[in-house]
């Protein structure tokens, strides 16, 4: 079957509602105050793209018939990955919004107390600096910075990933049928 006919949609869809879950607990672990919790968060990132992988080894052997390209698996793992985004930064903005409401806030004071650690404490850099980062430290726009900073992973991922993952079928040497014909007994009658 030819990979360039088969959609891979679908199956990017299902696959990137299970790789955004992972990535939705991946965050509430990273965001929680237990240390546990924070620690495992290392390892749901492992096994995402692990998980990404064996998906789209699935997609390649059960859909694609076995084959391949490098681009169309480039185009499937970004796919996986950019489905996975969009879910996983829906649930960051709910968790900020409605859970975890403090966490922005948390972060932004952390950032702060670094930014005074290195020497950066001028009033006029800190008004600035403060102001551009309640901008970004919204639960808004930390779902969009999500978003396009999963989806830019996703495509340094999907590069790699498809190094491994493109096949085509190689045709076998020598297996090329010639047919005989069966006449020999009468040819040899005639003679």
Do not use: H
């Not at 199956?11 to 919790?37: E, H, P, Q, T, Y």
């Not at 972060?107 to 930014?115: S, T």
């Not at 309640?134 to 999907?158: N, Y």
């Amino acid at each position: 079957m030819n990979n360039e006919n088969v959609s891979p949609w679908a199956w990017a869809m299902r696959g990137g509602l299970v790789l955004g879950v992972m990535n939705i607990l991946n965050f509430l672990c990273s965001s929680s105050d237990i240390k546990i919790l924070s620690s495992c968060s290392f390892l749901i990132s492992v096994l995402v793209i692990v998980t990404a992988y064996f998906m789209a080894k699935r997609y390649r052997d059960m859909e694609c018939g076995g084959e391949i390209s490098y681009g169309g698996s480039v185009k499937f793992v970004f796919l996986l990955f950019m489905f996975s985004s969009l879910i996983e930064s829906l649930g960051v903005l709910v968790d900020l919004l409605y859970v975890n409401t403090n966490y922005l806030e948390k972060i932004f004071n952390e950032l702060m107390v670094v930014y005074e650690e290195m020497g950066i404490y001028s009033s006029e850099s800190m008004d600035q600096m403060e102001v551009m980062l309640e901008g970004i430290l919204r639960p808004s726009s930390f779902a969009i910075v999500t978003l396009f900073s999963r989806m830019m992973s996703g495509l340094f991922w999907a590069l790699i990933l498809s190094i491994v993952l493109k096949r085509r079928k190689e045709v076998e040497s020598g297996a090329v049928e010639i047919e005989v014909e069966e006449d020999n007994d009468e040819t040899k009658k005639e003679d």
